[in-house]
C-alpha cells in the first residue's frame, strides 16, 4: 500500500496490486458504479499487514461498504477465504460466514471475493481469458503457448504462470499493444458483457449499493 495512501470514501475495496486496482476501476465504472475507492494492498501475502496499516487510517471506522479479492492461485477458494476472514477476525471486524455472501452488521456491509470464479483455484487471468475463449484468436494463442512452452528453460519453468502467459500473448494481438490486464480493462479490450464475468459483477453490485 502506498505510504500517502488516505481513506477518502466510505466504500473500499482492497485488492492485490495496481494492475487489479485498473481492472476493478475499469469493471465498476462499466456497472455505473461510482465512489468505490480501491487500495493497492501489494500482494496476497501482505493483507494481514496491510489491513493493520489501513484500520488505523483516518476515516476507516466511517467505511459503509469493505470489499477484498484476492487469488486463489493454487490452492482452493474457501482456503483464500478463510485466511482473509481470519485477517478481519483478528481485527475485530465482521466477515462473511461463507462463500458468495454479503456480510451486514450495523452499517458496514464486507465481501469477500476469491478469483477467478469464487469456488476453485487460479487467478483474474483465467477469469479474463474464460470471456476469449470462443474468439478465433484462443487458437492462434494455443499454438504459441504450445510452440515456446516446451523450449522454456529448465530454471525459469518454476516461475512460468501459463495463464499470464497466455494473457500477454492476447495483449500482443490488439493495438495499441498494452503490458497488462488493468490497462487492458480500460481499453476495453476485455468485454465485461460476457457471461464470464456475471459473477464478479454480481458480487460488485451486490456489495456496493448505492
Known sequence: MDKNFKISSKSLLAVEGKDECNFFEALLNHLMIKG????????????????????????FRSIEQLGFVRDAETGIAESAFQ???????????????????IKVQG?????????????????????CLQSIKDEP???????????FSSH???IEKSKYSDPKARVQAY??????????LGLAAKREFWNFKHPGFDDIKN???SLFKL
Do not use: W
Open 171 to 180: 495483449l500482443a494481438s490488439r493495438a495499441p499493444i498494452v503490458n497488462s
Open 203 to 205: 458480487f460488485m453490485q
Open 107 to 127: 452499517s458496514m456491509r464486507v465481501g469477500i471475493y476469491i478469483m477467478p470464479d469464487n469456488s476453485g483455484s487460479g487467478m483474474l487471468e483465467n477469469l
Open 137 to 147: 484468436i484462443t487458437g492462434c494463442i494455443d499454438n504459441y503457448i504450445d510452440c
Open 83 to 101: 485466511s482473509i476472514c481470519g485477517i478481519l477476525g483478528k481485527h475485530n471486524l465482521p466477515f462473511p460466514s461463507k462463500l458468495n455472501e
Open 36 to 59: 468505490v475507492q480501491c487500495v493497492n494492498i501489494g500482494g496476497k501475502d501482505k493483507f494481514p499487514f496491510e489491513l493493520t496499516a489501513l484500520s488505523i487510517l483516518e476515516g
Open 152 to 154: 522454456i528453460p529448465n
